[in-house]
């Protein structure tokens, strides 16, 4: 069963990780080319966009493992890896 609570947990450590880093403008990356705006109003499916996200976020990851921010690149992977757990597909 997917556990949306674990999913959210990472998600705040990587917030806790980044917000002192943030700068005004938030980096908010597109899916499908598709605002964030657009992705809340046309999202029926979580399971759907959860794999698109994971897709999404696996690319952050890899690009923050190569600048040598191993900690939120290792927090990325284990969102990804729960966003993709076989009991959600």
């Given amino acids: 069963m997917l556990n949306l609570k674990d999913i959210a947990n990472i998600f705040e450590k990587i917030w806790k990780l980044c917000e002192p880093h943030m700068k005004l403008d938030p980096h908010l990356p597109d899916v499908e080319n598709k605002s964030p705006k657009e992705l809340s109003e046309e999202i029926i499916d979580l399971e759907a966009f959860l794999i698109d996200?994971?897709?999404?976020?696996?690319?952050?990851?890899?690009?923050?493992?190569?600048?040598?921010?191993?900690?939120?690149?290792?927090?990325?992977?284990?969102?990804?890896?729960?966003?993709?757990?076989?009991?959600?597909?």
């Fill in 53 to 89: 996200l994971s897709d999404v976020i696996e690319e952050e990851a890899l690009a923050d493992q190569n600048r040598g921010r191993t900690q939120l690149a290792a927090l990325l992977n284990e969102a990804v890896s729960l966003m993709r757990n076989k009991s959600c597909q």
